[in-house]
């Protein structure tokens, strides 16, 4: 072992493949859709998705999906608004045009 730790023998792939499947347990079928995550360091983590949930994420769920709610409600109130500002806009601009017309024609 010590060989192989400094590199002067090349490590078998069996004991490699063994290490390896130590290192990362994989969730398995019978895991459904968590199948193919493995544990690290206190984490689920997926090569595949290239993701990790932690318990503070999972304790936290409620409140990511009450801000989500959030962000969607402020997008939809903000886009009100910029077509609002939008629509007194112009309706400032016809209401300067049409009062310079009137006092065209009732110039002293």
Not at 69 to 95: G, P, W
Request: charged share 35%; proline share 2%; with cysteine.
């Amino acid at each position: 072992m010590e060989r192989w730790r400094i590199g002067t023998d090349a490590v078998p792939f069996a004991v490699f493949a063994f290490l390896q499947a130590q290192d990362k347990p994989v969730l398995t079928d019978m895991w459904g859709e968590w199948a193919g995550f493995y544990l690290d360091r206190g984490r689920l983590v997926s090569d595949e998705y290239r993701a990790g949930i932690g318990l503070d994420d999972v304790l936290r769920l409620r409140e990511y999906r009450r801000l989500d709610q959030l962000v969607r409600e402020q997008a939809e109130t903000i886009e009100r608004l910029l077509v609002e500002r939008d629509f007194y806009r112009r309706q400032c601009h016809r209401e300067a045009k049409f009062g310079m017309m009137i006092n065209r024609l009732f110039k002293g």
